[in-house]
């Protein structure tokens, strides 16, 4: 009697989770671009000017970003060994790579705990990037996606995540990094309001 229970019960957690998980995170979003993410050629886009490009790690896309457009906060060619180490040599004050002298430019948030903005780098555990992690580019915010570009996680370099109350949702986020200059701005624009 307790395995027919049992299966029951298994079998109804089966056809309800799906519906219930669905419910939550839509799976095809409609986003109206904002024109900030301008398309190059077959998978490939550019932001604020910084193109994305096949082949190159994830890392070398947020490098050149940065180095590009707030010169000198990103360590050059010197990041660490993975895309996670940044969420370690930012968020968990780690020696790694040059950002032990890079880190005073930027401030991290876990998934949840901000409302994402454009220009953050979106940084993923080592649950991606067969053990390096991943990283990414915040290029617009909308109520409830975010527009990604990234290098070396497939052929095309854009991606739309859901934002569901702050959180991004996708396997293995772990937050943002985001400029100390930028965070500063948004405050003080909230406390003007």
């Given at each position: 009697?307790?395995?027919?229970?049992?299966?029951?019960?298994?079998?109804?957690?089966?056809?309800?989770?799906?519906?219930?998980?669905?419910?939550?995170?839509?799976?095809v979003?409609?986003?109206?671009?904002?024109?900030?993410v301008?398309?190059?050629?077959?998978?490939?886009?550019?932001?604020?000017?910084?193109?994305?490009?096949?082949?190159?790690?994830?890392?070398?896309y947020?490098?050149?970003?940065?180095?590009?457009?707030?010169?000198?906060?990103?360590?050059?060619?010197?990041?660490?060994p993975?895309?996670?180490?940044?969420w370690?040599?930012?968020?968990?004050?780690?020696?790694?790579?040059?950002?032990?002298?890079?880190?005073?430019?930027?401030?991290?948030?876990?998934?949840?705990?901000?409302?994402?903005q454009?220009?953050?780098?979106?940084?993923?555990d080592?649950?991606?990037?067969?053990?390096?992690?991943?990283?990414?580019i915040?290029?617009?915010?909308?109520?409830?996606?975010v527009?990604?570009?990234?290098?070396?996680?497939?052929?095309?370099?854009?991606?739309?995540?859901?934002?569901?109350?702050?959180?991004?949702?996708?396997?293995?986020?772990?937050g943002?990094?985001?400029?100390?200059?930028?965070?500063?701005?948004?405050?003080?624009?909230?406390?003007?309001?």
């Amino acid at each position: 009697m307790r395995r027919i229970w049992l299966f029951l019960f298994v079998g109804m957690l089966a056809v309800a989770s799906p519906f219930a998980f669905q419910k939550k995170v839509p799976t095809v979003l409609e986003v109206v671009s904002n024109g900030a993410v301008q398309p190059l050629e077959d998978g490939l886009y550019s932001y604020k000017g910084i193109d994305t490009r096949h082949g190159p790690q994830c890392v070398e896309y947020a490098e050149r970003f940065y180095t590009s457009l707030f010169p000198m906060t990103f360590p050059f060619h010197n990041s660490g060994p993975g895309a996670y180490d940044i969420w370690e040599g930012v968020a968990e004050n780690k020696d790694v790579g040059s950002w032990a002298s890079h880190r005073q430019y930027f401030v991290a948030y876990e998934n949840g705990t901000t409302v994402p903005q454009a220009d953050d780098m979106l940084l993923y555990d080592r649950t991606r990037g067969g053990g390096w992690g991943h990283i990414a580019i915040i290029a617009e915010v909308h109520p409830e996606a975010v527009v990604i570009l990234e290098q070396n996680s497939g052929h095309d370099t854009r991606r739309v995540l859901p934002l569901i109350e702050n959180r991004i949702v996708d396997r293995g986020v772990k937050g943002v990094i985001r400029l100390k200059a930028q965070d500063q701005q948004e405050h003080e624009q909230e406390s003007v309001h």
